[in-house]
T-cell receptor, first 111, second 114 residues
Framework: GESVGLHLPTLSVQEGDNSIINCAYSNSASDYFIWYKQESGKGPQFIIDIRSNMDKRQGQRVTVLLNKTVKHLSLQIAATQPGDSAVYFCADSGGADGLTFGKGTHLIIQP | AAGVIQSPRHLIKEKRETATLKCYPIPRHDTVYWYQQGPGQDPQFLISFYEKMQSDKGSIPDRFSAQQFSDYHSELNMSSLELGDSALYFC?????????????FGPGTRLTVT
């Protein structure tokens, strides 16, 4: 079936470095993508979203890039901080209500 | 700012028992969603309601049912519980007046079936 997925289950980076988390999607009808951050024992927290008519969107220390040609989505986190440690999910909203989540990437920040 | 409220936060039930999870959306949000997240898994969409009517249905088992009430709170009813139902259950809410699909998630209810 069609799904949204992440490439790496775990990503370890040094504090202060930039982090890049990747996601590949297969639903060509997807028109809206969201990145969520989930800390242990908590609900997913919205980070940033992007519509399919955009290639890039920036937030505070985060940037989402969308490459529709290869169906690839990435989340860039600048100057990674200890508080960025969490599991990151990309999710797709293909017009229906329910979000389709990809497999999460656990971001580990090394001191 | 007010967030999504879920109760209870933790629930322990035995096999074949029933459970009811409650969700109180953010004020003025008209849509609620239910998700199930197994250990180490990504959240799976179960069901959603808009203006008290079922709006979309995902992988919700027939043993589960849900509804949205006039005050917009929602309840997820789970019967004949199985060990595999042990998971985190999240409720999310959103407003369709906004030009966004952003869903705000609650803290979740951790259900343990023994």
């Amino acid at each position: 079936g069609e799904s949204v997925g992440l490439h790496l289950p775990t990503l370890s980076v040094q504090e202060g470095d930039n982090s890049i988390i990747n996601c590949a999607y297969s639903n060509s009808a997807s028109d809206y993508f969201i990145w969520y951050k989930q800390e242990s024992g908590k609900g997913p927290q919205f980070i940033i979203d992007i519509r399919s008519n955009m290639d890039k969107r920036q937030g505070q220390r985060v940037t989402v890039l969308l490459n529709k040609t290869v169906k690839h989505l990435s989340l860039q986190i600048a100057a990674t901080q200890p508080g960025d440690s969490a599991v990151y999910f990309c999710a797709d909203s293909g017009g229906a209500d329910g979000l389709t989540f990809g497999k999460g990437t656990h971001l580990i920040i090394q001191p | 700012a007010a967030g999504v409220i879920q109760s209870p936060r933790h629930l322990i039930k035995e096999k074949r028992e029933t459970a009811t999870l409650k969700c109180y959306p953010i004020p003025r949000h008209d849509t609620v969603y239910w998700y199930q997240q197994g250990p180490g898994q990504d959240p799976q969409f179960l069901i959603s309601f808009y203006e008290k009517m079922q709006s979309d249905k995902g992988s919700i088992p027939d043993r589960f049912s849900a509804q949205q009430f006039s005050d917009y709170h929602s309840e997820l009813n789970m019967s004949s519980l199985e060990l595999g139902d042990s998971a985190l259950y999240f409720c999310a809410s959103s407003s369709r007046d906004r030009d966004s699909y952003e869903q705000y998630f609650g803290p979740g209810t951790r259900l343990t079936v023994t």
